[in-house]
Structure formats: C-alpha cells, structure tokens
C-alpha cells in the first residue's frame, strides 16, 4: 500500500481513538513524552559530566555508645575424628554438654538435633556440624559435617561450640 491508499483507509474504531484525536489530549500527551525524554536525557548527561572525586577505604572498629553485652558460647567439647568423605566427626563431649542436653529432652524422650559451632585455634570458624547421634557413657557425639557452612577442614582438636 503506498500512502495514498493508507490515508484513505477506514480504520476500526476503537474506544480511546477519540481521547487521542483530541487536541487537548495530544498536547498532554506529547508533553509527557518530553518530560520523560528531557529527565531521561539530564540524567544520561549528569552521570557522564559527574565525576568522583575522592574514594577512600579505611580500617577501624565501632564502638558502641550504649550498654555492651558480652556473648560467649560454651564450650561443648573437642574433634576426636574426622571422615572427610562420609562428612561426619566423633565429638569428645564435656559433661556439662551433657548435662544440658538431657535437660532440654522432649516430653516423648528425644535429644534436640543441634547445630554446633566448630573453631580453631583463635577462634577462627571452621565449620557447623548437625548432631545425629550421643553416647553418654563414652560421652562421645556423632555430628554431620555441613558442608555450606565449611570455611577450612576439620580437623581432629578443633573445639566444638553451642548456644
């Protein structure tokens, strides 16, 4: 069709053609699109002339200005063993541990399953291990290894933490 035939042509009509024929409505219309247009282009034009003039980084602490409390985490035990390739450790638990554990059984005789806080040295995070199974008279524990938490290997003397 050349542009003859498309002037000619009826087209359907269709219930917001005549909001847009409208010449009030054209003007608004057409001021909208060049507000839009001018916004677009002053931030396109700040973001190229703006320059960063200075980035600094530096090292501190904060310090708070309230009440401090100090959170510890109790010693639970001690790795005995590690199996890398099954992912679980025997934990050489402390009485206390125990002790608490018992404490916080259920009404129908079940052991919570904890997750437990594996540290080096000094206390640098390991890993976190899921408690699966205790033996009291040994006091020994068997943890899985969770491996999204792993930092670094487990390895046999790392303290083991709860909360």
Do not use: C
């Not at 409208?22 to 057409?30: D, G």
């Not at 005789?109 to 699966?132: A, C, E, H, W």
């Amino acid at each position: 069709m050349d542009n003859r035939q498309l002037a000619n042509r009826v087209w359907p009509e269709h219930e917001f053609t005549d909001a847009i024929e409208a010449p009030a409505e054209r003007k608004l219309i057409k001021r909208i699109i060049l507000l839009i247009t001018g916004s677009i282009l002053i931030m396109l034009l700040w973001s190229i002339f703006t320059h960063v003039e200075e980035i600094s980084k530096s090292k501190g602490q904060v310090v708070p200005l309230g009440h401090r409390q100090v959170i510890q985490s109790r010693t639970g035990g001690t790795i005995a063993s590690v199996d890398q390739e099954h992912q679980f450790v025997v934990i050489e638990i402390e009485q206390n541990f125990i002790d608490e554990l018992i404490r916080s059984t259920t009404k129908e005789g079940y052991i919570p399953l904890l997750s437990l806080i594996i540290r080096r040295g000094d206390n640098q995070f390991v890993s976190k291990v899921r408690m699966k199974q205790l033996n009291q008279k040994d006091k020994l524990l068997i943890g899985e290894i969770l491996i999204d938490w792993q930092q670094a290997p487990i390895e046999v003397g790392d303290q083991v933490f709860y909360q």
